[in-house]
């Protein structure tokens, strides 16, 4: 009877060690990746839709011309501004995070905005000249020259010192994503505490952590508990956690 109650407990104890082992290759292969946001974390703001439809608006006010929104989303396409978020886990489902838009991808993506609607507005102009009666070449490059002669800058520095703001200031972007704190984690809401001085804001968001992606999907101040912004998802990359 004793080498059965032996042989009993020496099983059950194999069967629990074994469970453990399972538990804890689990939460270091599984958990663990979902829960550590420590890394470097970036994402890619759209500009393309804003961009255009702020451009067609403003060649529709001076009639100048009939190109379409389609159009001139297909001449901007891909017009993207980088936002970096540092995350340090400190304990855990807790840390600290950095957060700021890169000037350089700001700069970036607005030269290249107006650059693709000097195109569309050389297009344009060259339209109206042949109405005119204008006996010249209207390519893109002879009316350049013409803008240049006539203005003394080129389409693209007329269009950003004349033209419409195709772009959000970068003063505003910061102050929509840049700032630090402390971030916590908890039921499937990211909380962010942005803290300058005396001043600290919350933001608490629903979130995806799978891979290499961190996915904030919508605001969970809401009365309903779901806030879906036009902004939303944002979909932040960052390099695998080692182990």
Request: proline letters at 2%.
């Amino acid at each position: 009877m004793r080498k059965i109650m032996k042989n009993v407990i020496f099983t059950f104890l194999i069967l629990l060690l074994g469970l453990y082992t399972a538990l804890l290759t689990y939460l270091h292969f599984f958990a663990s990746g979902d829960r550590d946001f420590s890394g470097e974390w970036t994402t890619q703001l759209a500009m393309t839709q804003q961009a255009a439809v702020t451009a067609l608006d403003w060649l529709q006010e001076i009639e100048g011309g009939s190109v379409s929104l389609e159009e001139m989303e297909s001449s901007m396409q891909g017009l993207t501004i980088e936002v970096s978020l540092t995350m340090e886990q400190t304990e855990r489902m807790a840390g600290t995070f950095q957060c700021g838009i890169r000037a350089d991808s700001y700069e970036a993506c607005r030269q290249a905005a107006y650059e693709a609607f000097a195109e569309s507005f050389r297009t344009l102009l060259g339209e109206r000249l042949r109405m005119a009666g204008y006996a010249g070449s209207t390519d893109q490059e002879a009316v350049e020259a013409l803008v240049a002669g006539e203005f003394g800058v080129s389409t693209v520095s007329y269009l950003m010192e004349y033209g419409p703001v195709l772009l959000p200031s970068l003063e505003e972007l910061q102050g929509q994503y840049e700032g630090s704190g402390t971030y916590e984690v908890e039921a499937g809401v990211l909380r962010r505490r942005f803290e300058d001085g005396s001043t600290v804001i919350t933001k608490e968001e629903y979130y995806i952590r799978k891979d290499d992606a961190l996915i904030l999907t919508g605001e969970a101040d809401s009365e309903d508990g779901k806030s879906f912004s036009g902004r939303y998802p944002v979909v932040y990359r960052g390099e695998p956690l080692q182990p």
